[in-house]
């Protein structure tokens, strides 16, 4: 996947490299390599928000809600997820096949691990903003 994202980089186009980046994410998630993939998920959102790709920021930040709960944060992880999914139903957007098991699972893991603060963590997401919520991963590390 990093030469998707080389060729991206190369022929200047910021989408295609942000989205390669994106789904490294995933990939890094499912391998245990949870630094990895927040590293690859901070660098999607820089690429799309600093190129107005708003409507690829909630899945990103779904993705990296993951992330986080795979690095045992399930309250920093719940709140960015809620903020995210309120945002991508107020754009009117939908999941890319590919992604609704991923999401869901997102979803479950973190509802799970969460119990019952889960509605009360996704409440507060709910109510903000995604740039408010996705300010958590500034002051991770």
Do not use: C
């Not at 991508?88 to 957007?93: E, G, K, P, S």
């Amino acid at each position: 996947m990093r030469f998707g994202s080389q060729v991206a980089r190369t022929i200047d186009d910021h989408y295609r490299e942000a989205i390669t980046l994106g789904n490294r994410v995933y990939t890094a998630s499912h391998r245990g390599d949870h630094r990895l993939a927040l590293s690859q998920g901070r660098a999607a959102l820089e690429l799309h928000r600093g190129h107005g790709h708003h409507n690829q920021v909630p899945w990103v930040s779904i993705a990296l809600s993951g992330v986080l709960g795979g690095l045992g944060m399930t309250e920093k992880a719940t709140v960015p997820l809620a903020a995210a999914e309120q945002a991508a139903q107020r754009m009117l957007l939908e999941e890319m096949p590919g992604d609704v098991g991923e999401n869901a699972e997102i979803r479950r893991s973190l509802q799970e691990a969460a119990g019952d603060k889960f509605h009360q963590w996704y409440e507060r997401g709910r109510s903000m903003s995604l740039d408010d919520a996705l300010a958590i991963l500034e002051h991770l590390d």
